[in-house]
Nanobody
Framework: VQLQASGGGLVQPGGSLRLACTASGFTLNFPAISWFRQAPGKEREGVSCLSSLNDITWTSDSVKNRFTISRDAAANAVYLQMDNLTPDDTAVYYC???????????????????WGRGTLVTVSS
């Protein structure tokens, strides 16, 4: 299964975007789905993870209180609501599957699978 991130674009500082993670033709029934981002010249960074076990979430300190992960089973999608965006949030955002309910590797990119193409978020005035 290849996951697809969408919803990126150009937004001014302080603005908001909502990204969506979907899987065409498949149900998102993984134990957890995570969002990552990679800015130019930087390593891939774990942003937020949502476990299907009681909808537990883990979020990076760098985006806490600004980004919210959620899911809509009917829409077969996991969302990343991003508010109060800053230029430092500029990156390609990816979603990926995490085959565990443990918090230990929830934001570790090397423990995720089914990566798809990302979506570019540019925060600039």
């Amino acid at each position: 299964v290849q996951l697809q991130a969408s919803g990126g674009g150009l937004v001014q500082p302080g603005g908001s975007l909502r990204l969506a993670c979907t899987a065409s033709g498949f149900t998102l029934n993984f134990p957890a789905i995570s969002w990552f981002r990679q800015a130019p010249g930087k390593e891939r960074e774990g942003v937020s993870c949502l476990s299907s076990l009681n909808d537990i979430t883990w979020t990076s300190d760098s985006v806490k209180n600004r980004f919210t992960i959620s899911r809509d089973a009917a829409a077969n999608a996991v969302y990343l609501q991003m508010d109060n965006l800053t230029p430092d949030d500029t990156a390609v955002y990816y979603c990926a599957a995490y085959l565990s309910h443990s918090s230990r590797y929830a934001l570790s990119h090397d423990r995720h699978t089914d990566w798809g193409r990302g979506t570019l978020v540019t925060v600039s005035s």
